[in-house]
């Protein structure tokens, strides 16, 4: 960063072999937040060559898993130790508020902590044949190379869900942050230097995805690719990566419904679940613009309170307090860049063409200090339908398109009717229908009465569109493991199969 080399290959920091550099910009106001070295292909082909010779060579698939588990341990110590500088590198890069940036590294940090424990636990499996002198054992290993590459509105957290269990299992690694987010997993890598991680087993480049992508991709050295980010992306690298039959793991965004039922306007000794509902909507669709895979962008309301819903949505909508994440005061930051924000806005602009009713936003903020960020106002589009491209696409950003339902089977229908499968929201005061409903959701995660909460420890990953494969939990782990049968016969004698 600024001068500094950026690019961690076997274990040597490193400048570009070009010398070539990029200009990280703060969206908040447009200024270059840091000049960071951008990797050519002949780096990442140089930091695969380096993760194999540590994979085949180095001790790290061998080590001890006590002894991984605490070099783990360590990164997460040391997370927590510099949280702050990395908290102030994430809000500066991406625009999110400080008060998330730094969720965000005490996330990153549990993941670590899960992980070492998992490890030390994840023990092998003796299978019984019914024969005593056989002893069946199966045993996991680390798959070997992975090339992990992950998207820009939850930078390091994201890297961290591929990097945790991918050293868990003993593997070596690429990892590609995003050209446009880069700066705290370079902050990172420091520290997993500084951890002990022997040379080698984590390599960083980062770098455009189009001019690196073929090198990480399509690479015979590479086992497994772990990718976050855009669905059409992810269809590339898949294909990409066919013709070696390398693994793939993907996770590409969602369009996620959010259902809320009347009852949750019905008063119960004198309490109702309306202002929470409003509020989990609210947030859902809102926290960091909208830039958030498993963001509620698609609210699902039965018709008897959707004008009441819709009226109690916007208002709160309107007094969302917009600025640079740095201001303690600022509730949301703007969009990640000036491209994306014209994406945004081009959605905004098909949403009125297609005869969605704008309720509020759908602009940028008047306010003259915000005039060099990329924001955008939070928009509410009622009276849509599944036909609108702006209900069915991912638009990344703050935009909440509204549909109604009469029953409980038209809830369901248009829940699942998206191509992706992420995440859904279903709030009602009926834990039965709450149950029923979480249940005929096609969605990898489902929040009943409640939204956007996740734990290292569960699962997370998509259905349909969404992708395949799972981060997090044990399933986590798993991706980054190759399974082993080991047949043992401790009483060997002829099979007596062919007679002559
Ligand atoms: O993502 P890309 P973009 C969605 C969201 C957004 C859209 C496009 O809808 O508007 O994707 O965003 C690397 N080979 N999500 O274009 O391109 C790239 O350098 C290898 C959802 O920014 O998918 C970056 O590191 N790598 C999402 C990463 O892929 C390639 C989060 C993601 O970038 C590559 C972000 C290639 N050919 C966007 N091309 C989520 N699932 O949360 C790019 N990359």
Redo the contacts with the bound molecule.
Sequence with gaps: MDGEPDLYIGGRWCHASDRGTRDVVNPADGSIAAVVDEATPDDATAAIAAARAAFDDGPWPDTAVAERAAVLDRIADLLQRDKEELSLLETRDTGKTLAESRIDIDDVTSVFRYYARLIAVAADRLVDVGDPAIVSRVVREPIGVC?L??????PLL?MSWKVAPALAAGCTMVA?????TPLSTIAFTHLVEEAGVPAGVVNLV?????V???A??TSADVDF?S????????A??SR?AADNVTKVAV????KNPHIVFADVATDVAGHSDWDAAVDHVLTGVFLHSG????AGTRLIVEESIADDFVSALAARAETIRMGDGMDPASETGPL?SEQ?RA?VESYVQLGISEGAKLITGGARPSDPALADGSFYLPTIFDHCDRSMRIVQ?????PILTVERFTDEAEAIRLGNDTEYG?AAGVRTSDPARGQRVARALRHGTVWLNDFGYYTAAAEWGGYGK??NGRELGPSGLAEYQETKHIWHNTAPAPAGWFKG
Aim: net charge negative; proline share 4%.
């Design positions: 090339v590459i992950a998207p820009w509105n939850y994201q590609k942050p995003s050209e446009v980062q770098g455009s995805g189009a690196l992508g073929e990480l991709t690719i990718f976050t980010g855009g669905l059409a992306t992810g590339t690298i990409a996770e590409l965004g969602g830039q958030v895979c498993s990640v994306h994406k696409e991912e638009t990344f950003g992420l969404s992708g």
